[in-house]
Structure formats: structure tokens, C-alpha cells
């Protein structure tokens, strides 16, 4: 099983951007989708983005479409979340996971119980 640690979330003005970043460690990335979720107060956690072992899969939820960019860097054992145009609705607690049996596609679709989470970092939007 993975442990993932996010990085990169804090304060940024409307329009601004952030990039966040996930360290992976205690196994290999191979055959891992890596996905990027939010959550705020009161609310269901939402999947944002998520990209396959590969990489030739990525997928991004609806509100995020054309702002945010998923990659990463297998070498680095790094997933990252490039956030751009960033609006007050987009602040929340930023969390990655990972599992090595759901498919970006499944993961899309709503099956959210991926094997291992990071513990969170916070994005706020705010002028």
C-alpha cells in the first residue's frame, strides 16, 4: 500500500493558480491510477482529476475542465495538480489517492474507495 503526502495548497487570489504535488512512497507507482479528490465541510468528496498508470488515461471532473492539469513524474514518484483561473468555489482540502485494482475510468464513475489517501492540503481562494 502507498502513502501519499500532498504539498502545495494555501491562500491565492481569484484568478491566481497553485500547484499541488503528491509524494508517493513504500511501493512502486506501477499499475496505480492516481487520482486527485476535494472535499469541503458538509459536502461528499469529489473527484477532480485522475490519471492512469500509464498515462495515456486522464480524466477531469466537469467544474475543473480546461483549468487544471494532472501529471506526474514516475521517476519522482510525484503526482501533480496544476490549478489554474482558480475561483472561491475551488477552495476545499485537496487529497490524492491511489489504487492499483479501480481504473481512472471506475474511479470517474464514482467508485471512491481507492486503498490508500494522503492526509490533505488546504486551498483557499480568496481576495
Known amino acids: 500500500q502507498l502513502q501519499l503526502v500532498e504539498s502545495g495548497g494555501g491562500l491565492v487570489q481569484p484568478g491566481g493558480s497553485l500547484r499541488l504535488s503528491c509524494v508517493a512512497s513504500?511501493?512502486?507507482?506501477?499499475?496505480?491510477?492516481m487520482a486527485w479528490f476535494r472535499q469541503t465541510p458538509g459536502t461528499e468528496r469529489e473527484v477532480v482529476s485522475c490519471?492512469?498508470?500509464?498515462?495515456?488515461?486522464?480524466y477531469y471532473g466537469d467544474s475543473v475542465k480546461s483549468r487544471f492539469t494532472i501529471s506526474k513524474d514516475t521517476s519522482k514518484m510525484t503526482v501533480y495538480l496544476q490549478m489554474n483561473s482558480l475561483q472561491p468555489e475551488d477552495t476545499a482540502v485537496y487529497y490524492c489517492?491511489?489504487?492499483?485494482?479501480?481504473?481512472?475510468?471506475?474511479?470517474?464513475?464514482?467508485?471512491?474507495?481507492?486503498?490508500?489517501w494522503g492526509k490533505g492540503t488546504l486551498v483557499a481562494v480568496s481576495s
Open positions: 489517492a491511489a489504487d492499483v485494482v479501480r481504473s481512472c475510468w471506475a474511479i470517474m464513475g464514482g467508485q471512491h474507495g481507492l486503498e490508500s
Open positions: 490519471i492512469s498508470y500509464s498515462g495515456e488515461d486522464i
Open positions: 513504500g511501493s512502486t507507482l506501477k499499475g496505480y491510477a
